[in-house]
């Protein structure tokens, strides 16, 4: 197939899709009266996750043993890394409040029930702990990108402690994870990774063009509880770390390059 034909493939592709899952979603409010449902929105987010892998031409690989409660506190490189995860597994996410205004994928999360934060505003992140807990009464397990940010992969930027003080007030568990990419033949912190001052619609134009991309996915296991947010912190911080150079990944320790704010 050719990077043309894959292009247009793909760009067709992501509008049918985007607008199924939609019109499923309002399918399941106006007639089933379920979709508000923390369980139903899980698992609406897995199904048209994995389609979306499927369709971006992602090849997942995942090591270790993925949680079944609490956190998840990740490294973060792209976009598309919520839709690698919420693929390998189903997830609740904690995204940038940006994202709720952004075309297509601002409708898609918030069908997907992600939880919306301002970090600039220290209120706003302890309202955060009380949205946290429903979802976790409900099964889920809420996925964050605690470094506040994105980079090109070859790095993990210290983790922001605020967003565990919910955890380690709780003793909620909270598991690392580390996400990372590959791309034949190409550059994945150029193509695959979105930081630095890139745009989003051409990046994600070139993403569809794209004919591999190889994602891998490695749980750890949790640090133990009673440690209060900084100690939680940079222990999921060194363990992220860890992971990655468990995956063969040289990691610069250099302060980090200006990244984007995370999705």
């Known amino acids: ?3 043309a034909f894959r292009f247009l493939y793909r760009l067709c592709g992501f509008c049918l899709i985007s607008v199924t899952c939609v019109l499923e979603f309002l399918f399941c409010i106006l007639l089933l009266g379920r979709a508000g449902s923390r369980q139903h929105r899980i698992a609406w987010t897995h199904r048209w996750g994995t389609a979306f ?17 609490g956190l998840l506190a990740s490294n973060h490189l ?14 609740t996410f904690v995204s940038k409040s940006e994202v709720k205004w952004w075309p297509v994928i601002g409708v898609l999360t918030q069908c997907a029930g992600t939880l919306f934060i301002n970090r600039e505003q220290r209120a706003d992140v302890k309202r955060l702990a009380e949205a946290f807990k429903p979802v976790l009464a409900a099964g889920a397990v809420v996925a964050l990108f605690p470094e506040g ?3 090109g992969g070859d790095r993990v930027l210290p983790f922001h402690s ?6 380690a007030a709780n003793g909620w568990t909270v598991t690392p994870a580390w996400i990372g990419y590959e791309l034949p ?15 989003f619609l051409p990046h994600l134009l070139r993403l569809f063009s794209l004919k ?19 100690e ?30 995370a999705a």
Not at 212 to 230: S, Y
Not at 243 to 259: F, T, Y
Request: with cysteine; net charge neutral.
């Open 1 to 3: 197939m050719s990077g």
């Open 53 to 69: 892998l499927h369709l971006l031409g992602v090849r997942l690989t995942v090591r270790g043993t993925p949680p079944k409660e």
């Open 78 to 91: 792209s976009y598309i890394d919520i839709v690698v995860y919420a693929a390998s597994q189903p997830f």
């Open 149 to 151: 940010t994105s980079t």
């Open 162 to 167: 605020s967003l565990f003080e919910p955890a």
């Open 185 to 199: 033949g190409g550059d994945a912190s150029e193509d695959v990774a979105y930081w630095k001052d890139m745009t």
């Open 212 to 230: 591999e991309i190889r994602a891998t996915v490695r749980f750890g296991e949790p640090p133990p509880r009673g440690l209060n947010r900084k």
């Open 232 to 261: 939680m912190a940079r222990a999921l911080h060194e363990q992220v770390c860890a992971l990655a150079k468990a995956e063969g990944r040289e990691l610069v320790q250099a302060p980090a390059s200006p990244g984007r704010p």
